[in-house]
């Protein structure tokens, strides 16, 4: 997890930076998933850019949508015609009840 990150200055670093206030900002986040008795000995090195230099500065993600459109019925459509229906649109779109004794 991201607690088990250390800090080590380099070169005045120490003199400019407070341990506290070098590291990850949640201490749970999952790094790597390994089997037990692994572990991993990696060097990390950390950039502060901006999105002039690259997208992955940029402080907006990248953005999706959904049409979710409203469709209302003006009548009744029952039996053969209530599945036709049906078969016109996306599943779960439009569903079919069934209704017994009326």
């Keep these: 997890y991201s607690k088990h990150i ?3 200055p380099i070169g005045d670093q120490g003199s400019i930076y407070k341990q506290s206030d070098v590291g990850p900002v949640l201490d749970d986040i999952l ?3 390994m089997r037990p008795g692994h572990e991993l000995d990696i060097k990390l090195h950390a950039i502060k850019g901006i999105a002039k ?4 500065f940029s402080p907006v ?3 999706f949508y959904r049409l979710l459109p409203e469709v209302t019925l003006t009548r009744k459509v029952e039996g053969e015609q209530a599945e ?3 078969k016109c649109f996306s599943p779960g779109v439009i569903g079919v009840e069934e209704k017994h004794g009326e």
Excluded: G, S, Y
């Excluded at 230099?53 to 992955?56: G, L, R, S, T």
């Design 53 to 56: 230099d690259h997208a992955k």
């Design 61 to 63: 993600c990248t953005a």
């Design 31 to 33: 790094i790597n998933k």
């Design 6 to 8: 250390e800090w080590l």
């Design 84 to 86: 036709r229906l049906q």
